[in-house]
């Protein structure tokens, strides 16, 4: 018997070797394969059978070489059946309890390797699914670096023992590290994509530049690169796939999608999932793009298909998808068993389209091999692997000190701590006092002046996507609905500020894929209250990411955002807080100014620094009298975690930050002049890092300490601080840490309501003063 066609489809709970592969099954057949051309889809013709195309066959009507060498089809097979061996190796060793996860590739092999046959691995870019060792064997990741992946292994280059098996990341081929959450990885995708194109427009702005984050972001584009990500047709269902192809199609950007339908998402298949049970019907009119809908268990018809994607993106004309029809011969995972959901008529039925079986068949009838080579090619893979995973047990495992489990939560080589933050104001000639707006909006024509990789991007950001009028000066400009980005459209250009579609996922999505590339976007997002759709890319990509790769990607980028009440009338969805949100997630920064100058400083080092920073501007002190201040020049700087001792006293401490902190003064100054208690205001300026010596100095001083945040009190930003008042510095007080923030509820409309709400000057005067009774 020749070797592979023993391999049996297994299921989650044990190989239960049902029956192999149907021996009648053939490739390049025509089957389901069909290359859907959009133009001849209107012309209500479906080009049918694109499918034969090999050293044996080559009947392919496309304009593309898509035929294959004896070797190649050699090889396409060693790779199919290299990837299916490390899933059967990865199984057996789950079940030994030396590896903690496994999920396979197993049915998707053709789909996959014909993906990786036909781009370029180190040229072109990949966001690749869990479900592609197979793409990833063929350009370039080996068995051993995959298993080392599976054990958890120091060595592990994806990962070091951070990320599970299966979440393929390798800088040298441009494999780009994956979270766990299916869809994230088309909006980076298409960011990636629009990074290769910028650069491509702007090299300057690949260069080499030292003091900032570019000295530690090398940048490498080509003309012609493709970005690849792929998906599962059940993950088709989430609205960050639908939000990327909006984009790709926009702006018709050389992506290649890959959508790998084995019509079951974990227990639910296709038909829940898809209206319809196509995605392609779906999807089809989408402009610009390329379509071609394939039996992805034929090597043959999946690299036609490929390569004709490939070949479509790259000449510049527009995205391709390739939808696969494929197979799940193993359960989801080894976490599921699919006996509980799949009948087995249905799993008898589904064996016969195994791709593996198919390919070897196929070979053997075309005369391409023969019995005994089949045996040996067959042999040396699984040698291969067996090499493989004794070098995996051996493995050395990753250090359990603190510092090294911290290490690459943000950048090693530059800290916004930093003393190059740490400069002067300038004088400069005109030293009129400025709105924080204002100083904001200079801040960012000075850095796009300064570094051609910054872009803008955002709802509203723009001054006018339809520029006509704007260029020929009939029209002012939009420039963002608090005009914080106004001007910079028609300062710097339509390649460097744009409006985004109204979709916040899509904006920071992007924004990620294009800093991994080295781009520095400084995007916004219009409100506070409306984060929340990105909120999965700001928690599971853009804080993890440097941190899950162990150090190999990340993606410093700026997310601006308007926050906060205190409005008359701004109600629940135009008045929220929420950073101690963020600052609960290891891995980004977190900025909020109190006033004009703070913000000018801060917002340079957040667009300079190597980090992702979520930097918040308190829309009520955008225009307010409060804590305006002279154009500081466009090198002034604030390194992040200095806190501002903005009133001196000794009586007691009050910490705080963002719109707070007007108020709190205010109520500082009445408690001096009516009783004499002199405080100590302390504004954060940074929630994440924040200045602790600062605090501890104070309280050591006072002995007395107040937390005040416009956030509800209630697990909120005060709550950490003054816990860790209580637990480092429990000796020094004379009184229990007191917090003084908004009620635990959403902020109504009514001033009233909302006054009642918020936490308001005599809140703090209030506080202040029974504090200052112990
Ligand atoms: C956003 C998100 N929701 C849920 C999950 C849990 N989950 C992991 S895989 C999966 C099914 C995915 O199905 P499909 O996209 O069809 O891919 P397949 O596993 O079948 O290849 C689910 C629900 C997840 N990883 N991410």
Redesign the pocket.
Known sequence: MIRGVSMARRNGSGGDGKRPADETAVLGAGGAAAVVDPAMETAGKTRGAAVVASAVSSAHPATVETAMTREQLVEFYRLMYLSRRTDDREIVLKRQQKIFFQISCAGHEALLAAAGMALRAGYDWFFP?Y?DRALCLTLGNTVEEQLLQAVGAAEDVASGGRQMPSHWSNRKLHIVTPS????TQCLQAIGCAEAGRYFTRHPEAAKKHTGDYREFKDVTFHGDEVTYVS?????TS?GEFWESLNTASNGRLPVVYVV?D?E???STPVEANTPGGNISRLIANFPNFHFAEVDGTDPIACYAAMVEAAAYARSGRGPALVHGHVV?PYS?SLSDDERQYRSEEEVQEENARDPLAKMQLWLLREGILDEAEINRLEQKVDEEVQRAADRAMQAVLPSTAREAILRHQYSEDLKPTDARFDTEPEATADASERTMAELLNHCLKDEMRRDERIVVFGEDVADATRDSALRAGKIKGKGGVFKLTAGLQKKFGNDRCWNSPLAEANIVGRAIGMAVRGLKPVVEIQFFDYIWPAM?QMRNELAAMRWRSNGEWSCPLVIRVPIGGYLTGGSIYHSQSGESIFTHTPGVRVVMPSNALDAAGLLRTAIRCDDPVLFLEHKRLYRETFGRGAYPGPEYAIPFGKAKVVREGKDLTVVTYGAVVPRALQAAEKLERETGVDVELIDLRTLSPYDWDAIATSVRKTSKAIVAHEDMLSWGYGAEIAARIGEELFDELDAPVRRVASMDTFVAYQPLLEDAILPQVEDLYRAMLEMAKY
């Not at 998906?231 to 993950?235: D, F, N, R, T, V």
Request: no cysteine; hydrophobic share 30%; charged share 20%.
């Open positions: 699914y479900r766990s959450a299916v869809a998906i599962g047709e059940g993950s989430q790998e084995n079951y998402a974990i799940r989801h999965h």
